[in-house]
């Protein structure tokens, strides 16, 4: 229950968690180690009479289960492309699923063996619930440290999805082997039932993830226009789905069998949707508080976790030594189980993949070094019954409570060893150092900010805003330095990388320009999306070193929910002939306008500086590019506009009027911003303009 002592431990929780941030810096070590030390230290203090507020508010099944994983699932799951992930699916596949049943066995099946060394007999049944509890990944620890040293993108993705996925297999593993500790096996009867139940979680989860999240992702774009309504829906959407889930599988039944349906791989699916298909639905003044809203929310809900696992670790009964001796050995099966689960399984699995895809040494060595554990193997311990009775149980302790003993000393493990040595792994195998294409890309940022402080000191030295002794000083040296760069630049980078790096700005250019006229409704959502995907597979082919993709492709197989999409439009809602029209004139239109728009920056930069950064090469073939794409898409817009004239007139008022009243929009913007106007007559006159529209 909620009382004013653990809401006062709750923020206080969250007020440490922010601090730690910059401790963790100071101290270098990861944020959730020190979290997690915080958490050690407030479960001694709960001792004293002042601090023991921090004593009432606890880990429980139901904090865990319905409020923060779901939490930690969304946030993961709406930052993953899509495309990128179909494009890894059979690894993340194989880890998640494969991966996961090897490590649970090898665990399971190791440990019984070892502890009757111990003089224990531990039952199978308990080793291999360990072990479906012990195998699953924390997203949350391990990415944030990625992210913190720059581990490779596709690295990342993988080890992302594959944390994502484990988690569904585990809880279903593990429910199931639960459900055999407690009411025993039957033979072919239970393995026919486990399996069955594991296969209704896995595509259960899936179905119901689809509809959530394709109702949630309608109802965003229902609501685009009311940011504060579309914002709620999407936190709306992760807590019903996974709640749900969990509700319906309580009642789903077919004769004699329960329809189970995960709702850890339902909330990730429609959190993949609403990433992936619904983020555009969202209005962009909007879109980008989401993703900010999200990552807090992530943050207190991961800060909790580990500082409550720090106070659980202390609030456990002391053991023995012999126990000790058990986590300890348990500490070195887990990690030797999820070696040989990693350098196994992923050794068969390049055998079958072309040279480009396979997963090098390296980064199974990391995949093997970097599972760290967390949030879901201590909400599987709790949800073991306190009362579970296991005949010729040896020790003292009740099986939860070992189980529990043996989770608590994995996590720290992990985080202690494990997390706090990433860095130094990662800087031995070279997996922080950038690519070819990074490294052009961040020796050009460099050359463009001193050319960029080379121009403000001009103009401050101008305006006596800087003494002309200072001014020179710094303007030597910046300029010596952009000079370096740039030699560098053009001597130790192939024309051809050079250009790819160029694409890719301007590619950004396109997007940014595109996202601008969709969101003051210059072009619709159907337009937008066949741009925006047609945007993404023109990047996808120039990171990869293709210079000359093809420009018709819009979309391709990995693109799954812009498919499905497509597929139950056309039949449910087919276009009519004016909105093929008024489609096809919008894009050649929007085509044109962002073209432009890149010849406008690349005109501004080569005034500047881009023949000296980018080489006359490189400029010149790109310029040369999209002053055909404006052609050809301008002939295209003007020969839609021929075919039909009368829809060409009714459409141009349209748009010019969604020009106007964009200008009016960003004029009233600006003179609010520059407080000319107080907020009565902000919020007045916006509402006029909205009554407009």
Known sequence: MLTASSTLAIFSMFGLSSLAVFWAKRLKLPHTVLLTLIGMVLGVLAHIPAFHFFSEFTLTPELLFYLLLPTLIFESAYNINIRRMVEESVVVSILSVISLLVSTVLIGVTLYYVLTLFGLTIPLIITLLFGALISATDPVAVLA????????????????????????????????????????????????????????MMLGGILFGLLTGGIFATLVGLTRENEVASITITIVLAHTTFILSELLSDHLQFGTFDFAISPIIATTVASLLMGNYGRSKIHPRAEEFVENL??????????????????????????????????????????????????????????????????????????????????????????????????????????????????????????????????????????????????????????????????????????????????????????????????????NHSADMLERVLRIFAIGIERKHLKDLYHHNEVNERVYRKLIGKLQLQLEAVEAGNLAPDTSLHTDQKDIFEHMAVWIRDTFRPLSDVEKINDRYMYYRAQTIIARKVLKELGFLDQQCAAHIFSDAALSNVTTLYTQFKEQSKKKMVATAEQAPEHYQALTAQLATQGVRRIEALTLDDLYERQLITPKVYITLKEELEKEM
């Open 145 to 200: 440290l990625f992210k913190e040293y720059g581990a490779p993108r596709r690295l990342s993705l993988i080890f992302e999805g594959e944390s994502l996925f484990n988690d569904a297999t585990s809880v279903a593993v593990f429910l199931i082997i639960l459900e055999i500790a407690r009411f025993g096996f039957h033979g072919t009867e239970t393995i026919l039932a486990g399996t069955l139940t594991f296969l209704s």
């Open 294 to 491: 999200w990552s807090e929310l992530a943050f207190l809900s991961n800060s909790l976790i580990f500082i409550l696992i720090g106070i659980l670790f202390v609030s456990i009964p002391a053991l023995s030594e012999n126990m000790l001796l058990i986590i300890v050995t348990t500490v070195f099966v887990v990690a030797l189980a999820r070696a040989a689960s990693v350098y196994g399984v992923l050794t068969v699995t390049n055998r079958f993949m072309a040279a480009p895809r396979r997963i090098p040494y390296a980064w199974q060595h990391l995949l093997s070094w970097g599972s760290l554990r967390g949030a879901l193997a201590v909400t599987m311990v709790l949800l073991i019954p306190d009362d579970l009775q296991i005949a010729h149980w040896p020790l003292s302790l009740t099986p939860r409570d070992f189980l529990l003993s043996l989770t608590i000393g994995c996590i720290f493990a992990t985080l202690f060893i494990k997390a706090t040595t990433i860095k130094k792994l990662m800087s031995k195998l070279h997996l922080d150092v950038l690519t070819n294409i990074e490294e052009v890309e961040a020796n050009e940022a460099r050359a463009l900010i001193h050319h960029e402080v080379q121009s403000r000191l001009a103009r401050y030295e101008q305006r006596g805003y800087i003494d002309t002794t200072v001014a020179h000083t710094l303007t030597n040296v910046h300029g010596d330095i952009y000079n370096t760069l740039c030699q560098q630049i053009g001597t």
